[in-house]
């Protein structure tokens, strides 16, 4: 099990939302780029990036990408948002990013197979995987986006439960043990972990990971 701190990036500060919703910012963590170096000194296996701007807007946030990897260096990052097409993926791959996440795109009309060796992150929200900075349905159930996911050979996804995002409301274990049962390669989950106990119970269901960004940034869970 892998804990991973993530650091949310919107107007050039480090910001956690609640449930995803642009107008309510729970925490301002100030400088993006200083959290990324205090996460990089205690050696997690990555840090995971969100250009939350860019996810809503689109446009790969390249100057945050360049920035953000040399910051977090030696340590590799995990960037996603504003992702649209495979020249995106490139150009941000291009940037130094070693993860390169994809959601919008990933259930749109490019086919997923094109994108190569990318995170495909599965954002659910009432059963349904939600686009475009959390703001738009995709029309996809979550079984569906993940058999999209299989059909074309992805191995990673990133789950995140929208509703707990952002609230330290504990992890949605029925979710993860679905998408446990549904998808056979790495998973990482994310959304409401609080503490040590939600990562044990996390744990349990067989999922590889977990991403923290309220729980590390409030001390409730150490890196």
Known sequence: MRVIPAVDVLDGRAVRL????YDRVSIDAGDPLELVRQAARLAPPFVHVVALGAARDGGPPLELARAV??????????????????ADVEALREAGVA?????????????????GDVVVAVDVKDGVVRTRGWRDSSGLTTRAAL??????????VLCTAVDRDGTAAGPDL???????????????????????A???AVAALGIDGVVVGRAWLEGTISL
Request: charged residues 25%; aromatic residues 4%; negative net charge.
């Open 147 to 156: 058999e999209r996911c299989r059909a074309a050979g992805m191995t990673k």
């Open 69 to 86: 990897v040399e910051a977090a260096s030696p340590v590799p990052v995990q960037l996603g948002g504003g992702v649209r097409s495979v």
């Open 18 to 21: 609640t449930q995803g919703d």
């Open 99 to 115: 993860r390169v996440m994809i959601g919008t795109a990933a259930f749109g009309e490019i086919p997923l197979e094109a994108f």
């Open 198 to 200: 939600d990562v044990e």
């Open 174 to 196: 029925e979710l993860l043990r679905e998408v446990r049962s549904l998808f056979a390669g790495e998973i990482l989950a994310a959304g409401g972990i609080r503490d040590a």
